[in-house]
């Protein structure tokens, strides 16, 4: 079954993507960040009968995945203003690999002969798909490509915090903490920015921006998916990350239908090779 929620979420994220690329052309990114987690937040609110009573030591991880999410969004933010947007996608090899090796390391999972080739062929076609676009208008620079890696880093360390507290807590829990701590921190970070520039950044075109309603409720349903996924009893970090890849097909269609870029037969090409090892790990 968490095959089937990972599915869905991969699915919503890639729109989730497209919406975040569509949403910079009208607002700046910090206030882009700041009204999609407050809707995400003020969606979350309906979990709040069963949030409420948690842990402490639970409290302080989620709060450390808020701000490490917070502030991986908004380099994801930066670098979409002028990278093509499959060129972002290079940030899933390595958040792959690390949560591949993690999942046996920490957690002790297994992987069979299937699933490895399934998650190779995976990581391939997105490292492929970023190839593509060496000297394309949208490639990316080294400071973006580190600030990219980074942010990989950043989501490694969120499915790992995921795992292990969707073990103890439900998705309800989960997600309504960790939309709180997202709120809060994204709310820190956009007023440090308007101090420094010593002016408050929203416009009310920003509140007209639909983008931007889109982004929030796509990652509300999106996220509460993957939550599930890793509530399911036996479910594995190593097949949910993997398979959660599946996102860049999404944006990768786009790319090409909505934004124009180049290279249309590689990148579909790439893009199949990510649906045969999806496919190798979900029914071999």
Known sequence: MEIVFTLIYATLIGFYNIFKKQAVKKSPESVILVLF??????????????GMKIPLKFVLILAAKGFLLS????????VLRSADLSVVTVTNVLSAVLSFVLGIVLFNETAGVWQIIGSVIIIAGVAAINLTNRGSKGQITMLQLALLLCSALITTSS????????TYLTPYQVQFWFLL???????????????????????????????IYLVGLFLFVGDFMLFQAY???????????ILSKMKVVVTILAGILIFKEKN?????????????????????
Do not use: H
């Open 181 to 211: 701590f997202v709120f809060v921190f994204s709310w820190l970070f956009f007023c440090i920015e308007c101090i420094k520039n010593k002016r408050f950044l929203i416009q009310k075109t920003d509140l007209k921006n639909f983008w």
């Open 159 to 166: 499915n790992v915090i995921d795992k292990y507290t969707t």
């Open 264 to 284: 249309v037969a590689k990148k579909l090409l790439f893009a199949s090779l990510v649906v045969l090892g999806t496919i190798m790990i979900s029914v071999l």
């Open 37 to 50: 987690t407050s809707v995400s937040f003020l969606l979350s609110l309906i979990w709040l009968p069963f």
């Open 71 to 78: 502030l991986s969004w908004f380099i994801i933010l930066k």
């Open 231 to 241: 509530n399911v009893p036996n479910s594995q970090m190593i097949t949910i990350s």
